[in-house]
């Protein structure tokens, strides 16, 4: 079966002639497979909105090739828009009107029956405040409308960028459960997000961008496994040398993220070269340990964008990696 989602060699560069050019997109790859839940990831202005964008036909690329449901786009997009739903930009809902009315006007427009809308009201949770105005919604019940209008035309594949933005906890977890109960219905879902830990629950395969460029990708647990053993926690018998041990460690190559009692480190080869790096310089440590590997140090560790003590981070320094292959960007 073809994958439901492939893009290749995406390239897009914006230019202005106050900004000049600007490349969001450079060469990148991504491929989704049917019935998965996949998880977009990347940090801001890493590339995921122009990606998701193109792919919707919004924005034209300047090279690569893309295919959904197995034919190529933008020109099938015609053949293919009624099974992809989409919500790439926070949708503009008349405030005037209930959930229920929007929902009968977009079905109406979209050619749905009217059936659909009780149906995608009560799949949202939003059944018993559908008739109220829309103006008076939460940011995560206008976000519940929103994914119960591109449920609508009952798609094969649903797209939604940042679906549990401005969502409680008790609001995460149904739209969890949701996505999970849409994918075993068949639907293949993609969702951006920036809750790492909740894309580790909810996702069967990610697709991690930095730069434009995809830098990991894969099943999750093939993701966290690959990664697993690449860095070590270290304290020192003395918390004081915390900064001075960073930066001996930087300049003999490694990666260091300062926390507060604690150093996290990697690019190492083995962890007894931290030891003899540290001990060599009069600091001995007293505590060395595998980092636990999540979704969240996998994607700070790739994109390079952990929070470094004392520096603001700014949006465009995180990793440039070289195309990924076999699951990993080199
Ligand atoms: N219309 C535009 N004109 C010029 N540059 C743009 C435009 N849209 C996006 N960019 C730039 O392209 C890069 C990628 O932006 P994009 O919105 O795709 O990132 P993103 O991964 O979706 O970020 P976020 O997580 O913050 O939403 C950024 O450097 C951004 O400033």
């Given at each position: 079966m073809p994958a439901v989602l492939e893009i290749s060699g995406l390239e897009k560069t914006y230019r202005s002639r106050r900004r000049g050019a600007r490349k969001a997109l450079d060469g990148f790859d991504m491929v989704v497979e049917s019935g998965e839940v996949h998880g977009f990831l990347g940090p801001n202005g890493s590339g995921k909105t122009t990606t998701l964008r193109t792919l919707l036909g919004l924005i034209t690329p300047n090279g690569g090739t893309m295919t959904l449901l197995g034919q190529r786009v933008p020109a099938a997009l015609p053949h293919v828009a009624r099974r992809v739903g989409a919500i790439v930009e926070s949708p503009q809902f008349?405030?005037?009107?209930?959930a229920r009315d929007t929902l009968s006007l977009l079905a109406d427009a979209g050619g749905v029956n009217k059936q659909r809308v009780t149906e995608v009201l009560e799949q949202v949770g939003l059944r018993d405040r559908?008739?109220?105005?829309?103006?008076?919604?939460?940011l995560g019940m206008k976000q519940r409308l929103a994914v119960a209008s591109a449920l609508l035309k009952q798609p094969d594949l649903l797209i939604l960028d940042?679906?549990?933005?401005?969502?409680d906890p008790g609001g995460i977890r149904e739209m969890r459960t949701l996505m999970r109960g849409l994918a075993a219905s068949g639907m293949t879902v993609v969702l951006s997000s920036h809750i790492l830990g909740e894309v580790q629950l909810i996702c069967d395969s990610v697709t991690i961008i930095s730069r434009g460029r995809r830098v990991a990708y894969g099943p999750v647990a093939d993701v966290l496994a690959q990664h697993a053993g690449a860095g070590v926690t270290v304290k020192l018998?003395?918390?004081?040398d915390l900064s001075a041990a960073a930066e001996v460690l930087i300049a003999a190559g490694a990666r260091v993220t300062p926390e507060a009692d604690r150093l996290v480190v990697s690019?190492?080869?083995?962890?007894a070269w931290v030891t003899r790096t540290l001990a060599e310089k009069g600091y001995f440590v007293s505590e060395l340990a595998p980092v636990k590997v999540d979704l969240e140090s996998v994607f700070l560790e790739l994109t390079q964008t952990a929070p470094v003590a004392g520096q603001a981070r700014?949006?465009?320094?995180?990793a440039v990696a070289a195309p990924a292959q076999g699951g990993w960007g080199v």
């Open positions: 008349f405030p005037n009107f209930s559908a008739k109220e105005r829309v103006g008076t919604y939460s940042e679906p549990a933005n401005g969502l018998e003395s918390a004081d690019n190492v080869e083995k962890p700014q949006v465009d320094d995180s």
